[in-house]
C-alpha cells in the first residue's frame, strides 16, 4: 500500500513538479529544474546512510522495540502529514519550494528505504516476494493514474487553484496508504542472541562509520548480477524521468490545437498499468524479467515514434493519435516500473552467498541513490537544454506563442533524450540472468551450506549458476565467517 505513496511521488516529481514550477509559477526551466536537482542530490547523500542505519538500528532500544524497519516508516508517516501539502501553496519564492521540497525527498526516503526491505524481510521465496512485489506494482500503477486523473480533472474544470487542490487530496490518500503499510506488515525475527550480538559491538567514530560505509557501498558492484540490474534500471528510469518531465512543454508548445490540460489527460492513462502489472507478475514467473524488459522498452520505443511522427507531419488536433499512443506508452511504462523492484528483493541472496551477511538495507540505499541521482540530472539537464533553445515559460504557453525553431528543439531533445536511453537499456537488458530459475538454484545452494553442507560437493548447475551470478569464482564464495564488517 506504501507504494501508493511511492509511485504517485515518483510521477509527481518526473511528471508534475518541473510543469508546476515553469507553466504554473512562472519560473525559467534551469530554476525549476535546478530545485529538483538540489533536493535529490541532498536527499541521495541520506539515502546512502540510511539503508545501513536500519540495518543496524536493532543496536538502539527504538530500534528493538519498534523494529529497524517500522521506527521509520511511523516516523516519516507523521513528517509527511505535515510537509507534503506545504509544496502545492503558491509563491514566488524558488527558496521556499527548494526548502519544501528538500525536506519532502528526506522525509520520502524515510519512508521508501526501509520499506524497500521488506519483501526480502517476509520471506525467501521467490514467487512470494514475486506475489509481495507485484501487489505492491499494482498499487504504484494506481497510485501513479489516480495523480494524474485528480490533476487532469481539475485542469479540465479550469480550477485555477488546481495544483492546490490535487496536493491536498493526494495528502489525504497517501496518508492513509502509507499507515496502512506501516502497520500491517513485519520484519524477520531478530533472535536474542542477534541482539545480544549487536548491542555489545564496539561503539565506531563517526569517521570510521562513513570510511565503512563508503567501502560497503563499493562491495555492492562486486555483486555481477546488481551491476547488470542497476545499469538497465537507471537508463531506463532516466528515460522515462525525461519524457515525463518534457512530456507537457512538448504537448503544449509544439503540437498544433493542443489544450493545456491534454498531458494530465494523457498521463491519466497510466490507470492502464494496474492490469498490465497484474499479468506481468505472472510473467515475471513464466517468462522471466528479460522477455518483460523487451516488451517494455520496444513499446516505449513504438510510443516515441508516433509523437514524434505527429510532430513532423503537424497534424492539427491528433488528441486521438496521441490516446492510442499513450495507451502503448503507458503499457511499457508499467511493464519497467514493474521489473526492477521485483527482480531487485533477490539480489541481497546474491550478495549473501558471497559475503554471508544480511545486507537488504545497503542494496536498497544504494539503487534509491542512483536512481535519484540520474533523476536529478535527468531534470536538471533538461531545464538546462530548455533554457538553451530559447524557450521562456512566461511567455510561450502554447503553439502560436513558440517560436518554430524553439518547437523543434524541444521536440529533438524530448525524442532522443528518451529514446536513446531506452535503447541502450534494451540492449544490455539481455544480459539479465536472475530468473526463477536461477535463483532457484541459488536459494537451494544457500540452504544447503546452511544447513553444513561441504563446498566441495557443490553441483555442476549449482557452480554455474552461483558464478554467473556472483561474478566471482565459486571457491571464494560462502567464507567461513561473515566478510560484512560489523
Known amino acids: 500500500m506504501l507504494d501508493l505513496m511511492g509511485g504517485g511521488w515518483n ?27 538540489a533536493g535529490r542530490i541532498v536527499d541521495c547523500i541520506w539515502n546512502l546512510f540510511l539503508g545501513l542505519i536500519t540495518d543496524n538500528f536493532y543496536t538502539t532500544k527504538l530500534g528493538q522495540k519498534f523494529g529497524r524497519r517500522h521506527f521509520f516508516l ?21 527558496l521556499y519550494y527548494l526548502a519544501v521540497y528538500v525536506a519532502m525527498e528526506i522525509i520520502i526516503a524515510m519512508l521508501i528505504v526501509p520499506w524497500e526491505c521488506l519483501p526480502t524481510e517476509m520471506t525467501r521465496d521467490y514467487k512470494e516476494r514475486t506475489v509481495l512485489s507485484g501487489s505492491r506494482m499494482v498499487i504504484s500503477s494506481t497510485g501513479t493514474a489516480i495523480v494524474f486523473i485528480i490533476l487532469a480533472v481539475l485542469k479540465q474544470a479550469n480550477n485555477p487553484n488546481a495544483y492546490l487542490v490535487a496536493g491536498i487530496a493526494w495528502t489525504i490518500l497517501f496518508v492513509i496508504a502509507i499507515a496502512i503499510s506501516t502497520f ?24 570510521d562509520f562513513i570510511k565503512n560505509s563508503i567501502h560497503e557501498y563499493a562491495e555492492t558492484f562486486h555483486n555481477k548480477a546488481f551491476r547488470t540490474h542497476l545499469a538497465v534500471y537507471l537508463l531506463s528510469f532516466t528515460g522515462k524521468d525525461l519524457f515525463s518531465t518534457l512530456l507537457p512543454t512538448f504537448i503544449v508548445c509544439c503540437i498544433t490545437g493542443a489544450g493545456e490540460s491534454w498531458p494530465w489527460t494523457l498521463q491519466a492513462l497510466s490507470i492502464v498499468g494496474i492490469p498490465v502489472t497484474i499479468v506481468a507478475t505472472k510473467l515475471m514467473v513464466v517468462k522471466g524479467p528479460r522477455f518483460i524488459f523487451r516488451l517494455s522498452y520496444i513499446s516505449i520505443i513504438a510510443a516515441m515514434v508516433v509523437y514524434i511522427a505527429v510532430y513532423l507531419l503537424n497534424i492539427h488536433n491528433p488528441f486521438w493519435i496521441f490516446i492510442i499512443a499513450s495507451l502503448v506508452y503507458q503499457c511499457g511504462r ?84 528518451t529514446v536513446m536511453l531506452i535503447a541502450y537499456a534494451l540492449w544490455l537488458s539481455r544480459h539479465i540472468y536472475l530468473d526463477a530459475d536461477t535463483h532457484a538454484v541459488l536459494k537451494s545452494e544457500i540452504e544447503r551450506l ?13 557452480r554455474l549458476v552461483c558464478e554467473e551470478l556472483t561474478g566471482h569464482p565459486y571457491e571464494s564464495l560462502w567464507p567461513e565467517t561473515s566478510s560484512v564488517k560489523k
Request: glycine share 8%; with cysteine; aromatic share 14%.
Open 11 to 37: 510521477n509527481i516529481v518526473s511528471g508534475v513538479i518541473f510543469a508546476y514550477l515553469t507553466l504554473a509559477q512562472g519560473f525559467n526551466p534551469v530554476i525549476a529544474g535546478s530545485i529538483a536537482a
Open 74 to 94: 511511523v516516523t516519516g508517516l507523521i513528517l509527511f502529514t505535515c510537509v507534503f501539502p506545504l509544496f502545492w501553496i503558491s509563491s514566488t519564492s524558488w
Open 184 to 207: 500491517g506488515t513485519w520484519e524477520r525475527p531478530i533472535t536474542d542472541e542477534f541482539i545480544e550480538e549487536h548491542t555489545n559491538q564496539p561503539k565506531v567514530k563517526i569517521s
Open 334 to 417: 508499467a511493464l519497467l516500473e514493474f521489473t526492477p523492484w521485483n527482480l531487485f528483493p533477490f539480489m541481497p541472496d546474491v550478495d549473501y552467498i558471497m559475503t554471508r551477511g544480511d545486507r537488504a538495507g545497503l542494496y536498497a540505499s544504494v539503487m534509491t541513490f542512483f536512481r535519484k541521482s540520474t533523476g536529478a540530472i535527468a531534470t536538471w539537464i533538461a531545464g538546462i537544454l530548455l533554457e538553451f533553445t530559447g524557450y521562456n515559460s512566461a511567455t510561450m504557453k502554447n503553439y502560436e506563442t513558440t517560436p518554430a525553431q524553439v518547437r523543434f528543439s524541444i521536440t529533438l531533445i524530448f525524442f532522443l533524450g
Open 450 to 462: 546452511e544447513n553444513g553442507g561441504d563446498k566441495k560437493d557443490v553441483s555442476d548447475e549449482a
